[in-house]
Every structure is written in structure tokens, then in C-alpha cells.
């Protein structure tokens, strides 16, 4: 099953942040579509979209709505964007109760 890792960052009455590693209630709104370990990290378990988020002491976060899909890549497509950036876009599924992640690549080339 894929995972997806998840972090939460506490942002104070002054303006200044910092990251709650280990601090925050991690929250799934389906555990029968993802779960959520006290680490932040989702796993699929049901093709479906949950809601995630955190809370710590009384606070709580924004929420993130995830798709689990069991979709699998068919095709990768490659474009140049102009004379000076060359850029690889490309979108990795994994098939069965997955996560899909994106990637990019970019590379500056001058003559």
C-alpha cells in the first residue's frame, strides 16, 4: 500500500513557527478508506477521499482531502518549454489502494 507522510507546523501569536513533530493528534475522517499513524503517515486502504488533519492542545489544523484511487499510469508525456528550461513533468500511480504522487524535474541548460 502507498503511503503519504504528513507534517504539522505550529504558527504563534508573534508570527514565528515551528514544527510540532511528534506533538499533534493526527485525524482520518474514514479509517476504512486511510488510516493515520501518530507519526503522520497515511496509508490507503479503500479507494476513496478522506479528510486529514491535526490538533494539538485545543488547535486545529486546515484539512487536506486525499484521494486513494486504484488508477494506473498509461502514459508519461515530456515537453520543452524554451530555449532555456527544459522540464520533465510525469505522474506516478500505483496501481491498487494507492496514493498518487507527482513529480517534477527541471534543468536550467544556457549556451
Known amino acids: ?8 507546523e505550529g504558527i504563534y501569536s508573534d508570527g514565528s513557527t515551528s514544527p510540532l513533530i511528534n506533538k499533534v493528534t493526527w485525524h482520518s475522517s474514514a479509517i476504512d478508506i486511510a488510516k493515520i499513524d501518530d507519526k503522520g503517515i497515511l496509508t ?20 487536506i ?5 486504484d ?12 530555449h532555456y528550461h527544459l522540464t520533465l513533468l510525469f505522474i506516478v500511480v500505483v496501481n491498487c489502494h494507492s496514493l498518487p504522487k507527482a513529480f517534477t524535474a527541471m534543468a536550467l541548460h544556457r549556451h
Open 71 to 82: 488508477a494506473i499510469l498509461t502514459s508519461m508525456n515530456i515537453s520543452v518549454r524554451n
Open 1 to 8: 500500500m502507498a503511503k503519504l507522510s504528513f507534517a504539522a
Open 65 to 69: 482531502n486525499v484521494r486513494i484511487t
Open 44 to 63: 490507503g486502504i479503500a479507494i476513496g477521499t478522506v479528510e486529514v488533519k491535526a490538533s494539538y492542545e485545543g488547535i486545529e489544523s486546515n484539512i
